[in-house]
């Protein structure tokens, strides 16, 4: 009995959590994206992409798709490495729902509350929705180390000469990014200590070809939300700086907590790229890229999430059904 008490008194607690997480979602998330849509310039949106031909709009369309395919595996890609049952269709489901809201409502929203409400509805336990959403997170940042790294240490992006970090001062984090992206595999392949953890929430360092496979899903899917700017933008601007500015700017929207980094992407993409693209331009690219990168996904997502709410619903109804008829039966 008392080592059955604190598992019990956990149990309570998480399904506090769940409920807690549930009152919230569906006050605040209303309220977000009713906040977004009144912040965003839809007269401004729709002159600038009726400036773009069809095919330009389809092709940037089909690249932000890919990303987020990509982006979504990551989750699928921590499935096989908890080793949890759960079909990877729904985890691939959760995780684009999950990582719409994420970019543009913020992570504690999208990235966390989020997972773990859909996830919890699914069945699974709350130390594997940490681990999923801590081994998601080390790919996607992991595939940010291997590409700034490399192009910082390449001399990309071409910096304004009143940043204080100056050239000689991106290359010096460009050779700490690289050689924190060499020690992760190298700590998969080594170490011998291979797990840490707290209670029942322990996250275990997985095998070196797996941490390698992590960093070129994550390098893939950045590589990927570059190309979609380049696309948008004229030939004038190179894919490598686009991509080094790209990281750059993502970096400091983090930093600055500003959710779909608003106001950070224009401000950084606009000093560093002024010399080679006009201010006009670069907006009207951005702006596109906002568009299909962060405003249809969630529209996209929004119709899911009301599925996926619905479909739950349906699940307890039967459920409670079942229950009751089992309750009945002589």
């Given at each position: 009995m008392n080592a059955a008490a604190p598992r019990e008194r956990h149990k309570q607690a998480w399904k506090l959590a769940r409920r807690g997480f549930s009152i919230a979602l569906l006050v605040l998330l209303p309220v977000l994206l009713f906040l977004l849509i009144r912040a965003t310039d839809w007269q401004e949106v729709f002159h600038l992409l009726r400036e773009y031909r069809a095919t330009t709009l389809l092709l940037g369309l089909a690249i932000s798709l890919a990303s987020y395919a990509v982006f979504s595996s990551f989750d699928v890609l921590s499935r096989y490495y908890i080793g949890h049952p759960l079909p990877v269709r729904r985890v691939f489901t959760v995780a684009f729902v999950c990582n719409a809201f994420n970019l543009n409502l913020s992570s504690w929203v999208g990235g966390v509350a989020l997972r773990y409400r859909l996830y919890g509805r699914l069945g699974m336990s709350a130390a594997d929705?940490?681990?999923?959403?801590?081994?998601?997170?080390?790919?996607?940042?992991?595939g940010y180390l291997l590409l700034a790294g490399a192009l910082f240490v390449a001399g990309y992006p071409d910096l304004p000469d009143d940043w204080s970090v100056g050239r000689n001062g991106l290359r010096l984090i460009g050779a700490l990014l690289l050689a924190l992206s060499v020690a992760y595999p190298l700590a998969c392949r080594f170490a011998r200590r291979r797990a840490w953890?707290?209670?029942?929430?322990?996250?275990?360092?997985?095998?070196?070809?797996?941490?390698?496979?992590?960093?070129?899903?994550?390098a893939a899917n950045w590589s990927l939300m570059a190309l979609l700017v380049s696309v948008l933008l004229p030939d004038r601007a190179s894919y490598t700086e686009v991509l080094a500015t790209l990281l750059i700017s993502s970096?400091?929207?983090?930093?600055?907590?500003?959710?779909?980094?608003?106001?950070?992407l224009e401000a950084v993409f606009i000093a560093i790229l002024h010399d080679h693209l006009g201010r006009g331009t670069l907006l009207a690219a951005l702006i596109g890229y906002r568009v299909l990168y962060f405003l249809v996904p969630l529209f996209l997502a929004c119709l899911v999430y009301l599925w996926l709410e619905r479909r739950a619903r349906r699940l307890r109804r039967r459920q409670r059904r079942l229950a009751r008829a089992a309750e009945n039966a002589p």
């Open positions: 929705i940490t681990r999923i959403l801590s081994f998601s997170l080390v790919t996607n940042w992991y953890g707290w209670r029942q929430y322990s996250l275990a360092l997985p095998s070196w070809r797996l941490a390698l496979l992590q960093g070129a899903m994550g970096i400091a929207g983090v930093v600055l907590h500003v959710p779909a980094g608003l106001g950070v």
